[in-house]
């Protein structure tokens, strides 16, 4: 919890191996299967190549029979966000109604993910989706906002967004 695997540096990158033509025309790659879990920052480890190679291949005379692969790990932020009325689309709305987000129209959004990441990410940039077709009433409800974040960014935050109050009014009357 709060950080991410980000990539891995492997030293050196690659190793000769020898064997049958047939086993090494389908190798390409070691897989090497880490558990990362509770991890807070970057981590070393080394492995012995002759463990991790299919049966049948062999690390190459004069090569080194161990790597050192460091995984990239980042701690993740979190960066607050105002969402206001006028980024919310109203679904649904009714014409004889008027909608505001609480006392203040407007409410806070929390995205959690990399600082270079979040640096890139404006109040602007966010969309807010409040599904109010249901209201047929005037009165104060409780309603969950979908945030839409850019589409090269949705996959890379954690959105946290609370329940928010949503006060309907009649068209002429004031909240």
């Known amino acids: ?3 991410k695997y980000i990539t891995y540096q492997c030293d050196p990158q690659s190793i000769s191996v020898t064997g049958a ?10 897989t090497i299967q ?3 879990t509770g991890a807070s ?7 012995k190549v002759s463990e991790l190679l299919p049966s049948g291949l062999e690390v ?7 790597i050192k692969v460091t995984y990239q790990i980042e701690p993740l ?12 689309e109203f679904q649904g709305a009714a014409a004889e109604f008027h909608y505001q987000i609480g006392d203040d129209n407007s409410f806070t959004v929390t995205l959690e993910g990399l600082s270079e ?7 602007k940039d966010l969309k807010a989706v409040l599904d109010v077709a249901g209201i047929r009433q005037t009165g104060v409800y409780e309603r969950e906002p979908q945030v839409e974040l850019p ?4 996959a890379y935050f954690e959105v946290n967004i609370p329940t928010v109050r949503v006060i309907v009014t009649g068209e002429n009357e004031s909240s």
């Open 60 to 66: 190459a005379d004069k090569q080194p029979d161990t």
């Open 117 to 123: 990441d979040l640096e890139k990410i404006e109040t």
């Open 151 to 154: 589409r090269e960014y949705s």
């Open 41 to 47: 920052g970057n981590i070393t480890k080394t492995y």
């Open 77 to 88: 932020v979190k960066k607050t966000f105002r969402i206001t009325g006028s980024q919310v």
């Open 34 to 36: 880490e558990d990362l």
């Open 1 to 3: 919890d709060g950080y």
């Open 21 to 30: 033509k047939a086993l090494i025309a389908e190798f390409d790659k070691l």
